[in-house]
């Protein structure tokens, strides 16, 4: 009643969690040399919806502005921060942000990010340091379930080219790619039965990292895909080295941002199967402004997050006062640390309280 289907109101311990999660996500990117930056909440549909994007324009939140142009709330902060770095041109090539975007493809309409990008940096500098960074604050957030997905869009693309593909075949190609629907992409693919047999094989190429040594072995002879493999496994040794050893591949997962242009990377909760984090390599968004800019970057779920987080429980103490007592209850307060306290005037639930201070007759007597 009174809010838009997926609009909510937070209250309680979920919104501790999540600001517990942004205030530990700020200490990490601050000391890892991160440089904040917020971008406003209204922004122009074209920002997002132009051709070098492409975001839907259906699963943006819009209205028309008073000289008839359309405005979002904003959908994607990448796109937003590219954008503002091409206005503000500052040196710095690291940044950090944290927020609400909102589209209309998910359950609820506002979802919390907390993410970091990264400009100019190269093939596999960037990208080991983006996975350092997820590591890093997730060992500091105190999740240690979860595994981490690697992929790359260079491969599906590289078999692709030889197709001469409509925008909108194109686009039911990945679409069944990315649901691994092999009857979908053996139909649009018959008339090119070479092309059709490396996308069946691309489409089974995932599950834990052995699949990349296979992968480079059958494709040897393809130079750009031996590149790509063997810029994965650079990563899953970096990442085995950092403790993390249950890697995953799926080589042929598609881009779900159509910006992406290189390695893609997702981390999954293993105890809910939730994705908690996300990104990848954009080199070519910049284009839009006639820049080679190189960038990689990735967002964690903050709501996802919050909800896996433990956060230690803090003991509760109620002091008993009165209008005369009050002043005396609060100082007694400024005494006790790493305890919730509660002044009240009316006697409480005990079970709630692990000490109850009464000081109502207190200097009265
Ligand atoms: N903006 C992406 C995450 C990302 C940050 N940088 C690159 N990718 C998302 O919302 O999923």
Redesign the pocket.
């Given at each position: 009643m009174f809010l838009p289907d997926g609009s909510q109101d937070q209250i309680g311990k979920i919104l501790l969690k999540k600001q517990h999660v942004y205030q530990i996500f700020n200490d990490v990117a601050v000391s890892r040399g991160f440089k904040a930056i917020e971008t406003p909440v209204i922004e122009y549909a074209d920002t997002f919806t132009n051709p070098h994007i492409g975001m839907p324009f259906q699963q943006l939140l819009k209205w028309f502005d008073r000289e008839g142009e359309i405005e979002v709330l904003r959908p994607?902060?990448?796109?937003a921060i590219a954008r503002a770095l091409m206005k503000l041109n500052p040196k710095e090539s690291k940044w950090f942000y944290q927020g609400s975007?909102f589209t209309q493809d998910k359950d609820g309409i506002e979802s919390r990010?907390a993410?970091?990008?990264m400009i100019r940096t190269a093939p596999n500098e960037g990208e080991i340091e983006?996975l350092c960074f997820a590591i890093d604050y997730l060992s500091a957030v105190d999740v240690s379930d979860y595994v981490i997905e690697l992929g790359h869009t260079g491969i599906y693309e590289t078999i692709i080219a030889p197709l001469t593909l409509t925008v909108e075949k194109e686009a039911k190609l990945r679409l069944a790619m990315h649901d691994k629907r092999q009857d979908v992409v053996k139909d649009l693919t018959e008339k090119n039965p070479r092309v059709q047999k490396q996308l069946l094989d691309l489409i089974d190429a995932y599950g834990d990292v052995s699949i990349l040594e296979r992968y480079k072995a059958t494709y040897q002879a393809d130079e750009t895909i031996v590149t790509i493999v063997n810029e994965l496994i650079q990563l899953v040794n970096v990442l085995k080295q950092l403790g993390i050893d249950k890697t995953i591949v799926d080589l042929g997962r598609v881009k779900?941002?159509p910006?992406?242009s290189g390695t893609m990377f997702t981390g999954y909760l293993t105890t809910s199967g939730e994705e908690c984090?996300?990104?990848?390599?954009?080199d070519k968004l910049y284009q839009q402004f006639n820049q080679s800019i190189s960038?990689?970057?990735?967002?964690f779920d903050v709501d996802v997050l919050a909800s896996a987080v433990e956060m230690d429980e803090r003991g509760r103490v109620a002091i008993l006062a009165s209008v005369d007592t009050h002043v005396l209850a609060e100082l007694k307060r400024r005494t006790i640390s790493g305890k919730i306290v509660d002044i009240l005037y009316t006697e409480p639930n005990i079970s709630d309280y692990e000490q109850i201070i009464d000081l109502r007759n207190e200097g009265t007597k």
């Open positions: 994607d902060w990448t796109t975007v990010q993410g970091i990008e983006t779900q941002l910006y992406y984090f996300s990104g990848g390599r954009y960038a990689i970057g990735l967002a």
